[in-house]
């Protein structure tokens, strides 16, 4: 059993805890609780608490070297483990030393018992790579600087795109072209509205949630989450080509409503992963982005613009 023994309390009070926490305990809460543990980042976070008792967020920064983001991210994953006191500096919970003597204990137990961490399936998977893109967003996140050049390039070819199909973008919206733009200014619009719409999430996250940093991040992230609006444009180029005279009409304007929702999830993941926070808040953040919007839109007609 002394192999078992990997944090500090005596085996025999561990496993005895477990039987009182399994019997209290969904299987599904005990699976979770231990999926928090699994990551490595986490379990040094929870081991420079344990050992130091208090630990403040530049501290841990600085010891595990991980992004911002991330940072957070793993912190708000250890809710419940891990409390922040007034003076700013994380420590254990109770629960947190308790669970965590036991999980280190009986770790073993866990695995081959009854309680498993919940699989997902692929298509559960696959829906959450389209419609969310948290490898992608993870990728971004982990080489912002890297990745910087590709978030330039679909911003210029955002431009592009929509110089050649003659409509405007408005940040999140296409409209038809107003008498303010040349067709030749059209291909400013889009990297203009792909950098206002990173500032205004930003800027969301700062005051909502006061989450700083992950920037550069964002600032890709963003341009990716963008990216599914260049089929409207795309498809009008394509509908010029094949269907000369043809008015693409409804069918677009079915298609940008979907793609709205498309490009909020996405940005609302892009939130999550560069600032570190759960994506049920992030949500908000984009939706915020999304009714600025609108409130621009609208403005924009009452002014006669478009």
């Not at 991980?66 to 940072?71: C, E, K, N, R």
């Amino acid at each position: 059993m002394d192999h078992c023994f990997a944090w500090f309390g005596s085996c025999r009070e561990d496993e005895a805890w477990m039987d009182r926490m399994s019997s209290e305990k969904q299987p599904d809460d005990i699976a979770r609780l231990y999926g928090a543990l699994r990551n490595s980042y986490r379990r040094k976070i929870v081991e420079i608490l344990r050992d130091n008792g208090r630990a403040g967020f530049k501290e841990l920064h600085a010891t595990l070297r991980i992004s911002v983001g991330a940072l957070y991210h793993h912190l708000d994953m250890l809710e419940g483990i891990v409390t922040q006191g007034s003076d700013k500096k994380y420590e254990l919970t109770n629960l947190g030393r308790s669970a965590i003597n036991v999980l280190g204990a009986s770790e073993e137990r866990i695995i081959s018992g009854n309680v498993r961490p919940l699989m997902e399936t692929r298509l559960g998977f696959l829906s959450k790579e389209i419609f969310l893109g948290r490898t992608l967003f993870r990728y971004l996140n982990e080489e912002s600087l890297r990745s910087l050049p590709l978030a330039i390039l679909i911003a210029g070819l955002g431009g592009w795109v929509s110089s050649q199909s003659g409509l405007e973008p408005l940040l999140l919206f296409y409209v038809n072209p107003s008498s303010v733009f040349s067709r030749s200014w059209l291909i400013l619009l889009f990297p203009l509205g792909w950098l206002a719409t990173f500032a205004a999430a930003d800027l969301f996250c700062i005051i909502v949630f006061h989450r700083k940093g992950g920037d550069l991040s964002l600032l890709n992230g963003t341009a990716f989450a963008m990216l599914p609006l260049l089929l409207v444009p795309g498809l009008a180029l394509l509908t010029r080509q094949f269907a000369p005279g043809r008015t693409i009409g409804v069918p677009v304007i079915l298609l940008s409503i979907v793609l709205q929702a498309w490009v909020v999830s996405l940005l609302s993941s892009a939130i999550s992963v560069s600032k570190g926070l759960k994506l049920e808040r992030t949500a908000l953040a984009s939706l915020g982005v999304m009714y600025l919007n609108i409130i621009t839109l609208v403005t924009a007609l009452q002014l006669g613009l478009f």
